[in-house]
């Protein structure tokens, strides 16, 4: 891995998806609320005796965003898995794995990158997962990116087409009614 990789890797954003990954995973293990697991921890940093390091901002936001949309996070998961593969079986750490990203992917693209929440994602399945994980992850992330690009091209074709549609009705209906004006105003002559 080159310098500039090695420094990126442990930038703020990838250690706030790493301590997304740990609280999301604690949060299945102990079956608590993940954003409980988030505000026990800014309130055990405020104690410098506990030695607990503050909640990053991105972390909590991150956090909060799984555990909002988790049942589409988790359907979009789920659907891009190979048929012999379900959610519950993955490991629970690739799951949280795949959560994260999968949150970057479809509810914070607007600010993260494609291509920078899948290469996030399989770093951390490098980091946490078996030597399987990466593959897999990337596959998923990749089917889950796919689909999401397939859903927008499909959502602006159908408004352009409902925008040229509108347009045409009404040019329609202009012209049904000029038309009815103009027959008024013959059959008045006649």
Same mark, same amino acid.
């Given at each position: 891995m080159s310098e500039e990789k090695n420094h990126h890797r442990h930038g703020a954003r990838f250690r706030a998806r790493r301590r997304a990954v740990d609280m999301l995973f604690e949060a299945e293990f102990r079956d608590i609320d993940?954003? =409980? @697991?988030v505000e026990d921890r800014r309130e055990l940093s405020r104690d410098e005796a506990n030695q607990v390091a503050?909640? !990053?901002d991105y972390t909590a936001q991150i956090v909060g965003g799984v555990a909002e949309n988790l049942d589409g996070i988790d359907g979009a998961i789920a659907g891009h898995?190979?048929?012999e593969w379900t959610l519950d079986r993955l490991p629970a750490v690739d799951r949280a794995v795949l959560r994260v990203s999968a949150w970057e992917l479809l509810h !914070? /693209? *607007?600010e993260i990158p494609e291509k920078v929440a899948v290469d996030e994602g399989i770093g951390l399945a490098k980091e946490y997962g078996h030597d399987k994980a990466p593959g897999?992850? /990337?596959a998923v992330l990749d089917g889950i990116s796919r689909s999401r690009r @397939? #859903? =927008?091209? =499909? #959502? #602006? *074709?159908a408004a352009a087409l409902? =925008?040229?549609t509108d347009d045409a009705g009404t040019d329609e209906l202009i012209a049904g009614i000029v038309g009815d004006d103009a027959q008024d105003a013959q059959d008045a002559q006649d």
């Open positions: 993940p954003v =409980e @697991i503050p909640v !990053n898995l190979s048929s !914070n /693209h *607007d897999y992850v /990337h @397939i #859903a =927008e091209k =499909e #959502a #602006a *074709d409902s =925008e040229t």
